[in-house]
């Protein structure tokens, strides 16, 4: 099994979270004057929010060896145990992206005349909005991050599930 020591100054250096964040706005509005006392206005607006995380943990950071001991199964009788450990030895990266991207349109006619001491006004209008959230997250064990490879593909995630299972009762 890994050490469980932890010393913050050194895990300083091994975990890493990056987070880029964007968000846009775009609006318009017009209006226009068709006849004496009509008015049509129309507006819209478009909104993109961006999200994009990495979470990277060095193969020696204690977040890994944390997560290698967990996912170790033990065999053998008493004094003679032998460990196998069910994760790929190397590092976590784990990254999420988000969007959501949004509009609103909206119409709107306005009349407003004077008939000699009687006023009438009146206004109709429609709006439209449409919001979306979606993304996605992944996960690549074993990871080099010099030299961008991972072993993934190797995880029998079968294996890990069934660990959770039987730890949780």
Request: aromatic letters at 16%; a positive charge.
């Amino acid at each position: 099994l890994f050490s469980a020591k932890f010393n913050h100054l050194s895990e300083l250096e091994r975990d890493f979270v990056n987070t880029a964040i964007s968000n846009n706005r775009y609006f318009v509005n017009l209006n226009f004057k068709v006849l004496k006392g009509l008015t049509f206005n129309t507006m819209f607006q478009y909104e993109d929010n961006r999200r994009d995380t990495s979470a990277y943990a060095e193969a020696d950071s204690y977040t890994m060896r944390w997560l290698q001991n967990v996912y170790s199964t033990r065999s053998g009788t008493a004094g003679n145990y032998t460990y196998k450990n069910l994760l790929p030895p190397g590092g976590k990266l784990a990254s999420s992206h988000a969007r959501n991207p949004n509009y609103t349109a909206r119409g709107q006619i306005n009349y407003d005349r004077e008939f000699g001491e009687h006023r009438f006004y009146a206004l109709a209008g429609v709006e439209f909005r449409q919001t979306r959230i979606y993304g996605d997250k992944g996960i690549l064990l074993g990871y080099d991050d010099q030299l961008q490879t991972q072993q993934t593909p190797y995880v029998n995630f079968g294996q890990l599930f069934a660990i959770n299972r039987e730890r949780r009762g």
